[in-house]
């Protein structure tokens, strides 16, 4: 395995850790332990990076 697939490995398993993390932090700090649209939007984000690195080919539709 060649360095720069350790580092997107690597990086694609942060964001997966980083979007639990942001996820159960963002529950946790609200009352309602439901968590606001922006940490939702981080945590897409996350998830959609980690997806790509590791293959998944997801595109996203605009629906009008």
Request: net charge neutral.
């Given at each position: 395995?060649?360095?720069k697939?350790?580092?997107?490995?690597c990086c694609a398993v942060f964001s997966l850790i980083s979007a639990a993390a942001f996820g159960a932090v963002g529950m946790w700090l609200?009352?309602?332990?439901?968590p606001?649209?922006?940490t939702l939007l981080l945590i897409s984000q996350f998830?959609?990076?980690?997806?790509?690195?590791?293959?998944?080919?997801y595109k996203w539709n605009?629906?009008?």
């Open positions: 395995m060649k360095t697939e350790k580092v997107q490995y609200n009352a309602e332990h439901v606001a649209g922006g998830l959609t990076f980690a997806a790509t690195v590791f293959g998944i080919d605009k629906h009008a």
